[in-house]
């Protein structure tokens, strides 16, 4: 587990927490060589302190015991802040966990985060969407066969459309605010633009940034510069709430 708080000067104080979950597809550890710079810059743009739980992974473990492992995390974090400070963040498969954790938490009787703000999220790791075939030759980062494997290993058995595993599929009800930053040269794609969709059609608080030839971890983790500089200050402007903020020109 890693804390981070920024280093703001004397007359600026924080605004809140954040609970970041790495991406990996579920079995790749904590990168901190590609991590900590965006995670140092986050910090310090959002003028929060953030928690990053190192999280069990597949294939020795399942998302049975990562939800256990982060609900835990998540109990302690209520225990020192107002869950109205709270923002959940994650990109790939953690940005994934993020939106699994608001439905986890929401099952278990917990408050919910003021925020959810997923970063090229695999929201359904069966990856149904027809047009997925499509955008997986275009995208430089991911492989589908690859990504197939781990889902499954994640499942451990169990169907890869259950809520946890494919929080995209569960219901919306009683959820925070949502915040989808995603790219047209993302595999992942295609299904957050389904999970967008629901999420208009049932009529749920949703933001939607979408970058065209975007890739995935474009947020963070692409030289795509002003794009990414953006990215950053328009969910610096979703989390200043209440007015709901215009997409940077």
């Known amino acids: 587990m890693y804390e ?4 703001l000067p004397d007359d600026v104080t924080v605004n809140g927490h954040m609970l970041y979950l790495h991406g990996g597809c579920y079995v790749v550890e904590f990168a ?6 965006f995670l140092a810059d986050l910090s310090v743009i959002l003028r929060r302190t953030l928690t990053v739980p190192i999280y069990p ?3 020795e473990h399942t998302y049975r ?10 109990r302690r974090i209520l225990a020192d802040h107002d ?3 709270v923002v959940l963040m994650g990109d790939s498969a953690g940005g994934g966990l993020a939106l699994g954790l608001c439905h986890a938490s ?6 919910q985060p003021s925020d959810a703000v997923l970063l090229s999220p695999w929201l359904h790791a069966g990856l149904p969407d027809p047009a997925v075939p499509a955008v997986a030759k275009v995208d430089p980062v991911l492989n589908l066969d690859f ?7 994640y499942a451990g058995g169990d169907p890869l459309d259950h809520p946890l595993i494919s929080p995209a599929t569960g219901p919306l009800s009683g959820l925070p605010t949502i915040t989808v ?3 047209t040269h993302d595999m992942l794609n295609p299904d957050a633009r389904a999970f967008h969709r629901r999420a208009q059609t049932e009529g749920v608080d949703i933001h939607w940034y979408e970058v065209d030839r975007g890739i995935h971890g474009w947020v963070g983790f692409s030289p795509v510069g002003r794009d990414a500089e953006d990215a950053l200050q328009y969910i610096h402007n979703v989390l200043a709430k209440p007015e709901p903020p215009p997409r940077p020109s």
Not at 4 to 7: C, D, F, G, L, Q
Not at 106 to 111: K, V
């Open 147 to 153: 990504l197939h494997r781990a889902a499954t290993c």
């Open 4 to 7: 981070i708080r920024p280093k």
């Open 106 to 111: 929401r099952d278990a009787g917990l408050p």
């Open 32 to 37: 901190p060589a590609l991590y900590w710079p």
């Open 181 to 183: 930053m995603t790219g």
């Open 65 to 74: 015991e990562v939800y256990t492992f982060l609900l835990g995390v998540y």
């Open 57 to 59: 992974l597949a294939p």
């Open 83 to 85: 869950p109205k400070s």
